[in-house]
């Protein structure tokens, strides 16, 4: 009902289920002055919720062998969890308290701004990565082409947000892009289909905000 296209596909191979969400938007969404909002906003996601801080939700990912990982693409932004059969309900439980009530702590703001500049000075530092930065700001900037920026943004922009930018930005970018979930791996099917309406399809279906995706993942 609120607008979220669900895919559930019953793989039995192994005892796994993973869960994986893409919103439209990533790089796409940015300019200039916004890049690398988006990368810093889904970093900080999994660092507190509205019922749960940093420390119980890596814990409870810890305790069920888990995993979480939320990232910015260029025509993306995703959100990934996977555990095991048994755990699935009580992971898509936390999965979308993460996904549905981040609460974007201020003292975890600091500290992920500079994790993030550690990161943009270490690929600044790899020739590689600088040839990469290189030719994007050549081959699409003149053309003032968003695929010119990374997703990890700059150090300037990274430093400068402020937490009501990061959370707007979610709220109104990130939460209003056409969004497909896919589960798959170990599941019944109606359980999954049923257990996705519950946790993740409840809400007002957003207003779409236009997005011109490109060619790149």
């Known amino acids: 009902d609120n607008g979220v296209i669900l895919l559930l596909k019953r793989l039995t191979t192994s005892p796994l289920v993973v869960m994986n969400m893409y919103s ?36 409870f990912f810890d305790s069920v062998g888990g995993q979480l990982e939320t990232s910015t693409g260029n025509n993306s932004w995703i959100w990934t969890a996977s555990c095991l059969k048994a755990d699935f309900e009580k992971t898509l439980e936390v999965y979308a ?30 020739w590689d990565r ?24 700059t150090r300037d922009n990274v430093e400068k947000f402020t ?20 589960i798959f791996g170990d ?12 946790y993740m399809g409840t809400g007002e279906k957003p207003p779409q905000v236009a997005v011109t995706p490109g060619p790149f993942p």
């Open 24 to 59: 439209l938007g990533g790089v796409t969404a940015e300019d200039e002055a916004t890049n690398g909002l988006g990368n810093l906003t889904m970093e900080l996601l999994p660092r507190g919720t509205t019922t749960r801080n940093a420390e119980q939700i890596a814990e």
């Open 97 to 126: 308290d993460v996904v549905n009530h981040p609460s974007f702590p201020d003292a975890e703001i600091g500290p992920m701004k500079q994790r993030i500049a550690a990161a943009i000075q270490s690929e600044d530092a790899e």
């Open 130 to 153: 600088q040839t990469v930065r290189f030719f994007k700001s050549q081959f699409f900037g003149p053309s003032h082409n968003p695929y010119q920026f990374l997703p990890i943004g």
């Open 163 to 182: 937490p009501d930018q990061i959370r707007q930005w979610y709220s109104q970018r990130i939460l209003t892009g056409r969004r497909v979930l896919a």
């Open 187 to 198: 599941i019944d099917i109606d359980q999954a289909k049923s257990l996705a309406a519950k």
